[in-house]
């Protein structure tokens, strides 16, 4: 086994952060990214033309005394977390470290095993979700590079600058104005933090000090202390190209 300990040597505390599941299947956590995490390389994952490379599961407690073990697919990942998508009637709760990602590549029969925390979850559809989680320790490199070398895994290439452009948020249901800062972006998309929760998929408008203003969807939200951090990403691929090139140059 590479990584972290076995879900046996895992804190069973329960957390309270955050909000919890809603009806809706969101749920926003106390976990939040860094700008630095955003910004390192991320990595597809498929199935190649020989079939399934990859087993995962993840380990969780969904009470104290109950240890829940869960096949997961791999979305996207990189050396500080991954995206996984899973069916479930609810989505997996976060807001504590007993999580446990078991990650098998069927073809070295090698396993890693990474304790992780949710950062966010939203739901797909009947029983179906996909979650974001944030590694305690930073996940080998020479999984990636096999993923790599054997076809599973293709770096995703639209471009992330981190930054800390301020950024106007304007919602019209509710009609509502509040200010935050953008911390990373790229052409799909943004990375904002600000003092105010965002709803995961409402529609809204961000605007830059000069002006550029960009519509988007929020994808993701999640809570810290007294900021609230969220990914929005853009409706129209053109205008938010002009919008990630107006934020450079901030």
């Known amino acids: 086994m590479s990584g972290n300990s076995p879900i046996n040597g895992i804190s069973t505390t329960t957390g ?20 630095k995490d955003r910004t390192t390389p991320r990595f597809r994952v498929f199935d190649d ?9 993840l380990s969780f407690r969904p009470t104290p005394d109950v240890v829940q073990r869960v096949p997961v697919d ?9 995206a996984i998508r899973y069916r479930l009637p609810r989505a997996i709760p976060g807001g504590n470290g007993s999580t446990m990602l078991e990650i098998k590549n069927l073809s070295s029969d090698e396993t890693f095993q990474m304790l992780a925390r949710v950062c966010w ?14 590694f305690r320790r930073s996940l080998p490199g020479k999984l990636i590079l096999s993923g790599v070398r054997e076809g599973s895994m293709t770096r995703r290439v639209a471009e992330r600058v981190a930054t800390n452009a301020a950024v106007t948020i304007r ?3 509710p009609q509502l104005t ?16 600000g003092t105010d929760a965002l709803t995961i998929g409402s529609r809204l408008m961000l605007q830059l000090a000069d002006g550029t203003a ?22 129209k691929l053109a205008t938010g190209r002009g919008f990630f090139e107006a934020v450079r140059r901030v």
């Open 171 to 173: 919602q019209s249901d």
């Open 214 to 235: 960009v519509v988007g969807t929020t994808v993701w939200s999640s809570e810290r202390e007294s900021q609230f951090a969220a990914g929005v990403a853009f409706i």
């Open 121 to 134: 979850s939203r739901q797909t559809g009947l029983d179906q979700f996909s979650s974001g989680l944030y």
């Open 74 to 82: 791999l979305v996207d990942l990189n050396t500080n977390g991954c």
């Open 16 to 35: 309270t952060c955050g909000s919890g599941v809603g009806d809706s299947g969101e749920y926003r956590s106390a976990g939040v990214p860094s700008t």
């Open 49 to 57: 033309r020989r079939g399934q490379r990859w087993s995962c599961h």
């Open 178 to 193: 509040s200010q935050a800062a953008i911390t990373s972006a790229s052409m799909t998309g943004v990375q904002i933090v």
